[in-house]
C-alpha cells in the first residue's frame, strides 16, 4: 500500500500549489476591486476628472467672464485653452419610418501649452460617432496627434476634420454644413442648416460650473437645426430627415478639485422650445445645477438651481458593474415644465478613452420631449 501511494504525492504537491495560487490570486483581484471603488468614493477619482481637471503645473488661458462670444469667430479653435469640444446630437427618420439617434462628438485636449508643430504638437484630437436603432447600436472612436495634418481645423472656409471623418461648409460657420463620416461598418452623410438663433450659455457664453472654485467654461449652441441626409448602415444606405442640436464649449480645466463628473440633458419640447439642464457632481459636496431654456424667437432664459428640481430615480447596474441612474424626474417649476424622462436602450455606456453613458432619451409630462443624456464620472 505504502509503495502505491507514492507517485500520488507530487500530484497532491501540485494541486496544492495551485489552490494557494488561486486562492491569493482571488484576494489579490477582490483587494484590487475594492482599492478602486474606494478610491473614487472617497477621492473622487476617475477616468473623467482624471484628464479633465486643471493641473497647476499647466499654463493655459483663464476663463473670466469680461469675455464676450463673438460669432462667427469663436466656431474655430482656441488653442490657448486646453479643452475644447464640440457635440452633436440627431434624431432622424427615414422612409419607411424607422428612427435612429446620432452622436458626433469631437474633441480637443492639449496636454500642455507648447506651440509647437508635427509630432511634437501636445494637442490631442478624439472623436466618437454613434448610431442608434431601436434593435441595434454602432459606435466607432478615432485618435490622432495634433500637427501632423491627420486632424485639425481650416476658418475659410470652416472645416474640422480626423481622417476621413470631417465636418465641412462653404462658410465661415457650420452652417450650412455637411457631416461626412465613413467606417468598415456604417456611414454618415447629413446636411444640417439653422432654423433659429444661436444660444449663449451662462452669461453671455460665460458658464459658471461651481459655486465656490473658479471652474468655468464658454459655451453656446444651436439647438434648432433641421437636416437631410444618408445613414449607410450594414451596406444598405437609407435616406433620412430629423433635427439636431450642436453645442460648442472650450475652456482651461472643465472640472475642479473634488469635481466627480457630470450629468448633462438635452431637450426638443412639443413647442418648439429647446431645454439643457446641467448637473456637476461633486466628491462630499452637493451638485452644482445650471441650465438653459430657449425659443425658436429668441427668447433664452438662464436657469440657476433655484429654478431647477432635479431628482436622479433608481440607479441601474450595468452589465460591467457600474451603477448609475437612468430615469430622472427635471421639473422648472416657473416655465410650467414638468418631465420624466426615459432611456430607448440601457447599453448605452460608451467604452471611449474617456468612458460615459451616453444616449437618446424621451420625457413626458407637461411636454413630449425628445433628447439625449450624458453621465460621466460613474
Known sequence: MSQRSKPQRPKL???SYLLVITFFGIILSVGTYYSYYAQVGERGVNEVNAVLMSENKKVFEPVLPDR???LPQDFQFHPDFQHEWWHYF???EDESGEKFSIQW??????????ETTGWQSPQLFISNVVITSKSQVWKEQRLARGGIGQAGMNNRPFRIWIDNWNWRSLGTTPFPGRLSISTDTFGIELN???KGPYVLNGENGYQEKHDLLPVASYSFSAPFLSLNG???LEGETKVVSGTAWLQKEWGSGLLGEGQQGWDWFVFNLEDGSSLSINRYRHNQQLPYVFGTLATRSGRVFQLTEADIEITPLNNTTLFNGRRLPLQWIINV??????LTTRIQRRDMWLPFVIPYWEGPIMASGSHEAVGFMQLTGY
Not at 462628438?105 to 507648447?114: C, H, M, V
Not at 417649476?333 to 414638468?338: K, Y
Open 13 to 15: 504537491r501540485i494541486l
Open 68 to 70: 464676450n462670444i463673438s
Open 90 to 92: 440627431a434624431n432622424v
Open 105 to 114: 462628438s469631437f474633441f480637443r485636449i492639449a496636454t500642455d501649452e507648447r
Open 192 to 194: 444640417s442648416i439653422t
Open 230 to 232: 444618408s445613414l449607410t
Open 333 to 338: 417649476p416657473e416655465h410650467q415644465i414638468n
